[in-house]
C-alpha cells in the first residue's frame, strides 16, 4: 500500500482566517513533505520532517507553519495567507533511505483558494 | 548541483502509437532519477526509477525509461499510447552523494494522446 491521505480535498479561506491542511500515511516512512504548486509547474518544496523533526524549510513565510504531531502525521497550518498563496498543497512521504533510491510517494492534495 | 530539464513542454502522439518523453539531467554524482505521472487536479503518481544497474526500467502502466549515462538522459517510453495516458509527466532527479530529501523536478511535459 502506497497511499497517503490529505484533508480536505478543497479549502476556501479568508485571509484573515486560521485553517489547517492535514497529511497521514501509514507505510511506515519517517520522512514526510509539504510541496506547494501552481498550474501546470513543479511542486516546490516547503518543509522536510525527517524522525519527526523538522530538517528542510526552504524559506517559507512564516503564516505556514508545519507540525508533526507523530510519525504518520503531517499538518500544515495557514493563518494570515494572501492571494497569492493559493494553489495545490501537496504532501509526501519517503523511507528515509540515504544513499538508496528513497522514493517519495504523493498524496491527492488539497486544493487551497484564498479570497 | 543537481538539474533535470524537460525540453518538451507538450507531446502529442496518435492512440497506438509508440510514445517517448524526454529528460536530461545534471548532477556531480550518480543520479538516481524519477518520473511521475499527475492528472488534472490530482498528486503525484509514481511511475518508475532508475538507482543502478540495467538501464531500461520498467515501471506501471506499461512505462520504461532507458537510462543512457554518455547523453545523460532518461526518456520515458510506452510502446502503445492509450488516451488515458493524456496527463502531466514529470521527470526528477536525486544525487546519490547527499541526503535523500531534497529531489529536483523538470517543469513537466503535457502528454497529449490523440484518439
Known amino acids: 500500500d502506497t497511499e497517503v491521505t490529505q484533508t480536505p480535498k478543497h479549502l476556501v479561506m479568508g485571509m484573515t482566517n486560521k485553517k489547517s491542511l492535514k497529511c497521514e500515511q501509514h507505510m511506515g516512512h519517517r520522512a514526510m513533505y509539504w510541496y506547494k504548486q501552481k498550474a501546470k509547474k513543479p511542486p516546490e518544496l516547503m518543509f522536510v520532517?525527517?524522525?519527526?523533526?523538522?530538517?528542510i524549510n526552504e524559506s517559507v513565510p512564516s503564516r505556514f507553519s508545519p507540525e508533526c504531531p507523530n510519525s504518520s502525521l503531517l499538518n500544515l497550518h495557514l493563518h494570515a495567507l494572501q492571494p497569492e498563496d493559493s494553489a495545490l498543497y501537496l504532501c509526501?512521504?519517503?523511507?528515509?533511505?540515504?544513499?538508496?533510491?528513497?522514493?517519495?510517494?504523493f498524496g491527492p492534495g488539497t486544493r487551497l483558494t484564498v479570497l | 548541483a543537481q538539474s533535470v530539464a524537460q525540453p518538451e513542454d507538450q507531446v502529442n502522439v496518435a492512440e497506438g502509437n509508440p510514445l517517448t518523453v524526454k529528460c536530461t539531467y545534471s548532477?556531480?554524482?550518480?543520479?538516481?532519477l524519477f518520473w511521475y505521472v499527475q492528472y488534472p487536479n490530482r498528486g503525484l503518481q509514481f511511475l518508475l526509477k532508475?538507482?543502478?544497474?540495467?538501464?531500461l526500467v520498467k515501471g506501471s502502466y506499461g512505462f520504461e525509461a532507458e537510462f543512457n549515462k554518455s547523453q545523460t538522459s532518461f526518456h520515458l517510453k510506452k510502446p502503445s499510447a492509450l488516451v488515458s495516458d493524456s496527463a502531466l509527466y514529470f521527470c526528477?532527479?536525486?544525487?546519490?552523494?547527499?541526503?535523500?530529501?531534497?529531489?529536483?523536478f523538470g517543469t513537466g511535459t503535457k502528454l497529449q494522446v490523440i484518439p
Open positions: 526528477a532527479v536525486r544525487d546519490n552523494s547527499g541526503g535523500y530529501q531534497k529531489v529536483t
Open positions: 520532517y525527517s524522525y519527526e523533526k523538522l530538517s
Open positions: 509526501a512521504s519517503s523511507q528515509a533511505r540515504t544513499g538508496q533510491g528513497d522514493t517519495q510517494y
Open positions: 532508475y538507482i543502478t544497474g540495467d538501464n
Open positions: 548532477v556531480s554524482g550518480n543520479p538516481y
